[in-house]
């Protein structure tokens, strides 16, 4: 089955503690992104990738870093995260054009204290 | 700046009556659009897109959406809601040279018995 899998599916941490959510896809998409859901602003982008070893910054990167060693893997690091950093969490991938569906994964709520 | 606006947060109709989501977007060249569901705890799903082929767009699930370039809109509608349409919608917008979808704030669809 296609999908796009994200763990954990919920987490809550503390102020400063280093954490990592994953992200894999088993659909060889080159296109991946991470993008995080707050109520009343819909869904802003943090990182893309659109191949192995290749990143840039979406349009709310601060406090985040991602990597693409693996075409399927697409891990999402805060390396000390804050209380605004509590939000959902979405993985996502697609094939590469900017028509192509884009696929999401189920979300990591994530609760920072 | 390109954006994307979802006139009402959220949106109550009965079971059987007709529903309309709107949406308008800005954008100084074509876009491209695309509606997506997301049911409680999942993540989203694409509804449909418009990518300018016709302009009436039929998706999954009865719904569709007419994009109108006068009025920079593309509402999705269908003719007769089911209790299972319950959702949040999000309309997203994506024009050649932009890698990230851009999404509009959400709009939750309540239906009533």
């Known amino acids: 089955e296609a999908q796009v899998t994200q763990n954990p599916r919920y987490l809550i941490t503390v102020t400063g503690k280093k954490l990592t959510v994953t992200c894999s896809q088993n659909m060889n998409h080159e296109y991946m992104s991470w993008y995080r859901q707050d109520p009343g602003l819909g869904l802003r982008q943090i990182y893309y990738s659109m191949n192995v070893e290749v990143t840039d910054k979406g349009d709310v990167p601060e406090g985040y870093k991602v990597s693409r060693k693996e075409k399927r893997n697409f891990p999402l690091i805060l390396e000390s995260p804050s209380p605004n950093q509590t939000s959902l969490y979405f993985c996502?991938?697609?094939?590469?054009?900017?028509?192509?569906?884009?696929?999401f994964g189920p979300g990591t709520r994530l609760t920072v204290l | 700046a390109q954006s994307v606006t979802q006139l009402g947060s959220h949106v109550s109709v009965s079971e059987g009556a007709l529903v309309l989501l709107r949406c308008n977007y800005s954008?100084?060249?074509?876009?491209?659009l695309f509606w997506y569901v997301q049911y409680p705890n999942q993540g989203l799903q694409l509804l449909l897109k418009?990518?300018?082929?016709?302009?009436l767009v039929k998706g999954i699930n009865g719904f569709e959406a007419e994009f109108k370039k006068s009025e920079t809109s593309f509402h999705l509608t269908k003719p007769s809601a089911h209790m299972s349409d319950a959702a949040e919608y999000f309309c997203a917008v994506s024009w050649t040279g932009r890698r990230a979808l851009t999404f509009g704030s959400g709009t939750r669809l309540q239906v009533q018995p």
């Open positions: 418009y990518t300018s082929a016709a302009t």
């Open positions: 954008s100084s060249v074509p876009p491209y």
């Open positions: 996502a991938s697609r094939t590469g054009g900017n028509t192509d569906t884009q696929y």
